[in-house]
């Protein structure tokens, strides 16, 4: 039985209807668009992977070994940042003046870049399980031009946790009946899991914050008495 995905838009950015009409090939595109081309946002990343997984698993995706597919994502999650952080470092602060159209929103520059200063380094991992942000920061990455070896490095690790992960977890867990009857839910609890990595950063920084304002000493008044020096 063909699995059915939740109509949360046109047919066209429906992650089942994408696969069958373009294959492994347009997954590999859409990866690479979502992961830094501005015109990317809206693609369905998170879903696109998940239903992936399932139909490698399923069968009704075996041109390829699974290995091959989650090699191949993550290949194209890396190379979709590389060009975004490029493209950041070529336009630098243009990027915030330009005009609000009917695909580019000046919010979501101001939002990816937020969260690439509250996170620094690290936000090349966390963003890449959050939609519209993850598009964004590494753009924000090239025009804060952050060091070109730690981009690097933390795009391969959220390239490979972001693409390898989603895709695995739809294909284990495409191999449960309930899932494969229970698809549209699926989806919906992927969409919700993905800010899971944020709120557990938010909280621990919140954490980290209190602790560091209960160390700071408060400064002793000095009592002038008898014994006082004149």
Not at 62 to 81: E, T
Not at 86 to 95: Q, S
Not at 122 to 133: C, E, G, N
Request: hydrophobic letters at 50%.
């Amino acid at each position: 039985m063909t699995p059915t995905t939740l109509a949360l838009g046109p047919q066209w950015l429906d992650s089942d209807y994408l696969i069958g009409q373009f294959g492994l090939l347009g997954v590999l595109a859409i990866v690479f668009a979502e992961s830094g081309l501005l015109i990317g946002f809206f693609l369905p990343g998170d879903s696109l992977l998940f239903t992936t997984g399932l139909l490698v698993t399923t069968g009704k995706l075996n041109q390829y070994p699974l290995w091959v597919v989650c090699l191949l994502v993550a290949l194209a999650a890396i190379l979709g940042d590389q060009a975004g952080y490029l493209f950041g470092r070529k336009v630098g602060p243009a990027l915030f003046r330009r005009p609000d159209s009917k695909i580019f929103k000046q919010e979501n520059v101001q939002k990816a870049h937020e969260f690439f200063e509250k996170y620094g380094p690290k936000s090349l991992v966390l963003a890449r399980f959050v939609p519209v942000i993850r598009t964004f920061t590494p753009i924000i990455a090239g025009v804060s031009r952050m060091n070109y070896r730690s981009f690097i490095t933390f795009n391969i690790i959220g390239g490979t946790l972001w693409g390898v992960g989603v895709t695995l977890l739809g294909a284990v867990l495409g191999q449960v009946e309930f899932v494969r009857k229970n698809i549209e839910m699926m989806l919906v609890a992927i969409v919700l899991i993905s800010v899971v990595p944020i709120a557990i950063e938010f909280l621990r920084a919140r954490s980290k914050a209190k602790k560091a304002g209960e160390g700071v000493e408060r400064p002793v008044p000095v009592q002038r008495g008898r014994h006082a020096r004149r």
